[in-house]
């Protein structure tokens, strides 16, 4: 791998970002008077609590947020969330991580609601590279951005990885 890294979005653009989602997510569900964030960990759930906050400050909505655990490089589905899925019934769901490279884990995590009657789900993620392996797709994005398979996208988020926030290609 190279060690050349490329600075993709700076704290700022990470932020501006964020917000832009958050509006995207408030006008597309306009009609819903709760909505459930459900972060991939670690840095999805970050990220998701960062557009539970954006959410709570423009809108009257309650905002749900759960947390699923999962080994994203497993073939097979393991997964655990710190609140019952129940709360997310009949109601609309965000999927959100921070990078959706083959869709793997956004994947996974959709299969730990499957057994949930929803009335809708979404995904949201900071960074889509565009490989994707399952049939996935961002409704919510920052960047869409064309690599090669050899590249890596690296993002980094104050509260999980104490350095300051930053996506890179690498």
């Given at each position: 791998?190279?060690s050349k890294?490329?600075?993709?979005?700076?704290k700022e653009?990470?932020k501006?970002k964020?917000?832009?989602?958050?509006?995207?997510?408030?006008?597309?569900?306009f009609e819903?008077?709760?909505l459930v964030?459900?972060?991939i960990?670690?840095?999805?759930?970050?990220?998701?609590?960062r557009?539970q906050?954006?959410l709570?400050?423009?809108?009257d909505?309650?905002?749900?947020?759960?947390?699923?655990?999962?080994?994203?490089?497993?073939?097979?589905?393991s997964a655990?969330?710190?609140?019952?899925?129940?709360?997310?019934?009949?109601?609309?769901?965000?999927?959100v991580?921070?990078v959706?490279?083959s869709?793997?884990?956004?994947a996974y995590?959709?299969?730990v609601?499957?057994?949930?009657?929803?009335?809708k789900?979404?995904?949201?993620?900071?960074?889509?590279?565009?490989?994707?392996?399952?049939?996935i797709?961002?409704?919510y994005?920052?960047?869409k951005?064309s690599?090669?398979?050899?590249?890596?996208?690296?993002?980094?988020?104050?509260e999980?990885?104490n350095?300051?926030?930053a996506?890179?290609l690498v």
């Amino acid at each position: 791998m190279s060690s050349k890294k490329t600075l993709i979005l700076n704290k700022e653009q990470i932020k501006q970002k964020s917000i832009r989602i958050a509006y995207q997510i408030l006008e597309d569900n306009f009609e819903d008077e709760t909505l459930v964030l459900v972060g991939i960990a670690d840095r999805g759930y970050v990220f998701a609590q960062r557009l539970q906050a954006i959410l709570k400050d423009i809108s009257d909505k309650e905002i749900l947020l759960i947390k699923v655990t999962m080994k994203k490089t497993s073939r097979s589905l393991s997964a655990g969330t710190d609140l019952p899925v129940d709360i997310a019934k009949d109601k609309t769901i965000i999927l959100v991580d921070d990078v959706l490279n083959s869709g793997r884990a956004l994947a996974y995590g959709l299969g730990v609601f499957l057994n949930v009657p929803l009335r809708k789900m979404r995904t949201a993620v900071l960074i889509d590279r565009s490989h994707h392996k399952f049939p996935i797709f961002s409704d919510y994005y920052g960047t869409k951005l064309s690599t090669i398979l050899k590249e890596h996208v690296t993002v980094t988020l104050e509260e999980f990885d104490n350095e300051e926030d930053a996506a890179w290609l690498v």
